[in-house]
Protein backbone atom coordinates (compact mmCIF):
# COMPACT_ATOMS: atom_id res chain seq x y z
CA UNK A 1 0.00 0.00 0.00
CA UNK A 2 1.44 3.40 -0.99
CA UNK A 3 2.41 5.40 2.05
CA UNK A 4 1.97 9.35 0.15
CA UNK A 5 2.82 8.61 -3.73
CA UNK A 6 3.22 11.53 -5.61
CA UNK A 7 4.47 12.32 -9.45
CA UNK A 8 7.55 13.45 -7.48
CA UNK A 9 8.31 10.65 -4.50
CA UNK A 10 6.97 7.21 -4.41
CA UNK A 11 6.53 6.04 -1.34
CA UNK A 12 5.92 2.07 -0.63
CA UNK A 13 5.78 -0.31 2.83
CA UNK A 14 7.41 -3.28 1.89
CA UNK A 15 6.91 -4.93 5.29
CA UNK A 16 7.56 -2.73 8.13
CA UNK A 17 10.25 -1.22 5.91
CA UNK A 18 9.05 1.70 4.49
CA UNK A 19 10.94 2.85 0.90
CA UNK A 20 10.52 6.49 -0.53
CA UNK A 21 11.57 6.78 -3.59
CA UNK A 22 12.87 10.53 -5.34
CA UNK A 23 11.12 10.83 -8.83
CA UNK A 24 12.35 13.37 -10.81
CA UNK A 25 14.68 11.54 -12.83
CA UNK A 26 14.86 13.83 -15.56
CA UNK A 27 16.37 16.45 -13.38
CA UNK A 28 18.50 14.15 -10.93
CA UNK A 29 15.68 14.38 -8.56
CA UNK A 30 16.50 17.95 -8.02
CA UNK A 31 15.03 19.30 -4.03
CA UNK A 32 12.56 21.57 -5.58
CA UNK A 33 10.13 22.78 -3.02
CA UNK A 34 7.12 20.51 -3.80
CA UNK A 35 9.76 17.80 -3.77
CA UNK A 36 10.67 18.80 -0.61
CA UNK A 37 7.16 19.01 1.15
CA UNK A 38 6.56 15.38 -0.47
CA UNK A 39 9.70 14.09 1.59
CA UNK A 40 8.30 15.34 4.54
CA UNK A 41 5.13 14.37 4.01
CA UNK A 42 6.60 10.88 3.28
CA UNK A 43 8.53 10.44 6.54
CA UNK A 44 5.65 11.62 8.82
CA UNK A 45 3.35 9.30 7.26
CA UNK A 46 6.44 6.57 7.69
CA UNK A 47 6.09 7.34 11.39
CA UNK A 48 5.26 3.91 12.18
CA UNK A 49 8.18 1.79 10.08
CA UNK A 50 10.72 0.33 11.31
CA UNK A 51 13.20 1.24 9.07
CA UNK A 52 13.25 3.48 6.17
CA UNK A 53 14.98 3.69 3.27
CA UNK A 54 15.45 6.89 0.80
CA UNK A 55 16.82 6.04 -2.61
CA UNK A 56 16.69 7.87 -6.08
CA UNK A 57 14.88 6.64 -9.95
CA UNK A 58 17.11 7.22 -13.18
CA UNK A 59 20.73 7.68 -13.18
CA UNK A 60 21.54 9.45 -10.01
CA UNK A 61 20.51 9.68 -6.42
CA UNK A 62 20.21 13.25 -6.25
CA UNK A 63 21.82 16.18 -7.77
CA UNK A 64 20.96 18.68 -5.23
CA UNK A 65 18.24 21.96 -4.80
CA UNK A 66 16.50 22.88 -8.30
CA UNK A 67 19.03 25.76 -9.81
CA UNK A 68 15.83 26.80 -12.33
CA UNK A 69 13.64 27.18 -9.23
CA UNK A 70 15.86 29.07 -7.49
CA UNK A 71 16.91 31.97 -10.14
CA UNK A 72 13.08 31.68 -11.32
CA UNK A 73 12.68 33.13 -7.51
CA UNK A 74 15.52 35.46 -7.20
CA UNK A 75 13.68 37.50 -3.95
CA UNK A 76 15.48 36.96 -0.48
CA UNK A 77 12.25 35.71 1.13
CA UNK A 78 11.76 33.24 -1.28
CA UNK A 79 15.79 31.85 -0.63
CA UNK A 80 14.69 32.54 3.37
CA UNK A 81 11.97 29.96 2.95
CA UNK A 82 13.43 27.30 0.97
CA UNK A 83 16.72 27.08 3.11
CA UNK A 84 14.14 26.94 6.24
CA UNK A 85 12.10 23.81 4.61
CA UNK A 86 15.37 22.46 3.45
CA UNK A 87 16.60 22.53 6.85
CA UNK A 88 13.25 21.19 8.29
CA UNK A 89 13.30 18.35 6.23
CA UNK A 90 16.98 17.30 7.00
CA UNK A 91 16.19 17.50 10.83
CA UNK A 92 12.64 15.30 10.03
CA UNK A 93 15.59 12.43 9.22
CA UNK A 94 17.64 12.62 12.26
CA UNK A 95 13.70 12.95 14.82
CA UNK A 96 12.28 10.22 12.83
CA UNK A 97 11.82 7.36 15.33
CA UNK A 98 13.30 4.71 13.03
CA UNK A 99 16.76 4.36 11.41
CA UNK A 100 16.87 6.02 8.20
CA UNK A 101 19.31 5.12 5.10
CA UNK A 102 20.46 6.35 1.95
CA UNK A 103 20.37 3.79 -0.78
CA UNK A 104 23.15 6.07 -3.01
CA UNK A 105 23.85 5.42 -7.06
CA UNK A 106 25.06 8.02 -9.63
CA UNK A 107 25.99 11.54 -8.01
CA UNK A 108 24.61 13.05 -4.52
CA UNK A 109 25.91 16.30 -5.33
CA UNK A 110 25.18 19.54 -3.28
CA UNK A 111 21.75 19.10 -1.09
CA UNK A 112 22.02 15.30 -2.59
CA UNK A 113 25.32 14.64 -1.02
CA UNK A 114 23.87 16.48 2.55
CA UNK A 115 20.95 14.34 2.03
CA UNK A 116 22.75 10.84 2.38
CA UNK A 117 25.27 12.69 4.87
CA UNK A 118 21.96 13.42 7.16
CA UNK A 119 20.73 10.10 6.77
CA UNK A 120 21.38 7.41 9.67
CA UNK A 121 23.24 4.71 7.57
CA UNK A 122 23.83 4.78 3.79
CA UNK A 123 24.97 2.20 1.23
CA UNK A 124 26.28 3.14 -1.77
CA UNK A 125 26.48 1.25 -5.65
CA UNK A 126 30.27 1.21 -6.49
CA UNK A 127 29.53 3.93 -9.41
CA UNK A 128 28.37 6.35 -6.40
CA UNK A 129 30.55 9.84 -6.88
CA UNK A 130 29.46 12.30 -4.13
CA UNK A 131 30.75 16.12 -3.85
CA UNK A 132 29.71 19.38 -2.42
CA UNK A 133 30.15 21.39 -5.35
CA UNK A 134 28.68 24.65 -4.95
CA UNK A 135 31.57 26.13 -4.39
CA UNK A 136 31.90 25.53 -8.09
CA UNK A 137 28.71 27.95 -9.16
CA UNK A 138 30.12 30.90 -6.42
CA UNK A 139 27.45 28.89 -3.77
CA UNK A 140 29.46 27.59 -0.90
CA UNK A 141 27.64 24.63 0.14
CA UNK A 142 27.09 26.37 3.89
CA UNK A 143 24.02 24.14 4.63
CA UNK A 144 24.90 20.45 3.33
CA UNK A 145 27.75 21.24 5.36
CA UNK A 146 26.15 20.65 8.61
CA UNK A 147 25.33 17.44 7.88
CA UNK A 148 28.66 16.66 6.25
CA UNK A 149 30.76 17.37 9.18
CA UNK A 150 28.48 15.59 11.32
CA UNK A 151 29.01 12.41 9.42
CA UNK A 152 33.00 12.70 8.64
CA UNK A 153 36.24 14.33 9.93
CA UNK A 154 36.07 17.74 9.93
CA UNK A 155 39.33 18.27 6.85
CA UNK A 156 37.61 15.34 5.00
CA UNK A 157 34.67 17.64 5.28
CA UNK A 158 36.11 20.92 4.18
CA UNK A 159 38.43 19.16 1.78
CA UNK A 160 34.95 18.62 -0.12
CA UNK A 161 33.34 21.68 0.74
CA UNK A 162 36.31 23.60 -0.86
CA UNK A 163 37.57 21.99 -3.78
CA UNK A 164 33.70 21.32 -4.87
CA UNK A 165 35.47 17.79 -6.29
CA UNK A 166 33.59 14.64 -6.59
CA UNK A 167 34.81 11.51 -3.94
CA UNK A 168 34.23 8.15 -4.88
CA UNK A 169 32.09 5.39 -3.01
CA UNK A 170 35.06 3.97 -2.03
CA UNK A 171 36.51 7.14 -0.46
CA UNK A 172 33.23 7.87 0.60
CA UNK A 173 33.28 4.68 3.05
CA UNK A 174 36.71 5.48 3.99
CA UNK A 175 35.56 8.51 5.24
CA UNK A 176 32.41 7.16 6.98
CA UNK A 177 29.75 9.16 4.64
CA UNK A 178 28.43 5.35 3.94
CA UNK A 179 28.76 2.55 5.88
CA UNK A 180 29.36 -0.04 2.80
CA UNK A 181 29.67 -0.02 -0.87
CA UNK A 182 28.20 -2.68 -3.27
CA UNK A 183 27.79 -3.83 -6.83
CA UNK A 184 25.56 -1.91 -8.20
CA UNK A 185 23.16 -5.21 -9.45
CA UNK A 186 23.33 -5.48 -5.53
CA UNK A 187 22.34 -2.16 -4.28
CA UNK A 188 18.31 -2.54 -3.80
CA UNK A 189 19.17 -5.94 -2.21
CA UNK A 190 21.69 -4.82 0.16
CA UNK A 191 20.09 -1.99 1.72
CA UNK A 192 17.19 -3.52 2.08
CA UNK A 193 19.09 -6.59 4.08
CA UNK A 194 20.76 -3.98 5.92
CA UNK A 195 16.90 -2.43 6.84
CA UNK A 196 15.63 -5.47 7.47
CA UNK A 197 18.12 -6.33 10.23
CA UNK A 198 17.76 -3.28 11.99
CA UNK A 199 13.61 -4.00 12.18
CA UNK A 200 14.30 -7.34 13.46
CA UNK A 201 15.28 -5.21 16.70
CA UNK A 202 13.05 -4.63 19.67
CA UNK A 203 11.29 -1.11 18.23
CA UNK A 204 11.74 0.58 21.90
CA UNK A 205 15.33 0.56 21.64
CA UNK A 206 15.80 1.38 18.52
CA UNK A 207 13.91 4.09 18.92
CA UNK A 208 15.47 5.16 22.40
CA UNK A 209 18.82 4.46 20.92
CA UNK A 210 18.58 6.65 18.29
CA UNK A 211 16.96 9.43 20.04
CA UNK A 212 19.63 9.54 22.75
CA UNK A 213 22.41 8.78 20.38
CA UNK A 214 22.05 12.32 18.50
CA UNK A 215 21.03 14.27 21.86
CA UNK A 216 24.60 12.89 23.67
CA UNK A 217 26.89 13.29 20.92
CA UNK A 218 26.60 16.93 20.78
CA UNK A 219 26.78 17.16 24.48
CA UNK A 220 29.67 17.85 26.71
CA UNK A 221 30.47 14.14 28.39
CA UNK A 222 29.38 14.68 31.46
CA UNK A 223 26.17 15.80 30.09
CA UNK A 224 26.34 13.08 27.38
CA UNK A 225 26.58 10.35 30.36
CA UNK A 226 23.59 11.91 32.04
CA UNK A 227 21.42 11.35 28.92
CA UNK A 228 22.90 8.10 28.33
CA UNK A 229 22.14 6.79 31.88
CA UNK A 230 18.24 8.12 31.54
CA UNK A 231 17.93 6.47 28.23
CA UNK A 232 19.40 3.26 29.82
CA UNK A 233 16.55 3.39 32.83
CA UNK A 234 13.79 4.28 30.15
CA UNK A 235 14.96 1.54 28.01
CA UNK A 236 15.36 -0.83 30.81
CA UNK A 237 11.58 -0.20 32.20
CA UNK A 238 10.30 -1.05 28.88
CA UNK A 239 8.30 -4.50 29.09
CA UNK A 240 9.29 -5.79 26.03
CA UNK A 241 13.12 -5.25 27.30
CA UNK A 242 12.48 -6.94 30.74
CA UNK A 243 11.15 -9.85 28.91
CA UNK A 244 13.95 -10.15 26.33
CA UNK A 245 16.49 -10.44 29.06
CA UNK A 246 14.67 -12.65 31.21
CA UNK A 247 14.49 -15.04 28.70
CA UNK A 248 17.97 -14.52 28.12
CA UNK A 249 19.06 -15.19 31.67
CA UNK A 250 16.73 -18.51 31.94
CA UNK A 251 17.41 -19.92 28.98
CA UNK A 252 18.91 -23.24 28.65
CA UNK A 253 22.92 -23.09 29.06
CA UNK A 254 24.77 -25.84 26.72
Not at 71 to 94: D, E, T, W
Not at 148 to 157: D, G, H, S, T, W
Request: net charge neutral; with cysteine; hydrophobic share 50%.
Amino acid sequence: MDIAATDLVLAEWRGAIAWITLNRPAVRNALSVEMMTAIERALAEAADARAVVIAGNGPGFCGGHDLKEMRAHPAAGFQAQLFAQCSRMMQAIANHPAPVIASVHGIATAGGCQLVAACDLAVASEEAKFATSGVNLGLFCSTPGVALARAVPRKAALAMLLTGDFVTASEALAMGLVNRVVPTAELGAATMALAETIAAKERCAIEIGKRTFYRQIEAPLERAYAIASEAMVENMMAPATTAAIDAFITRPRR
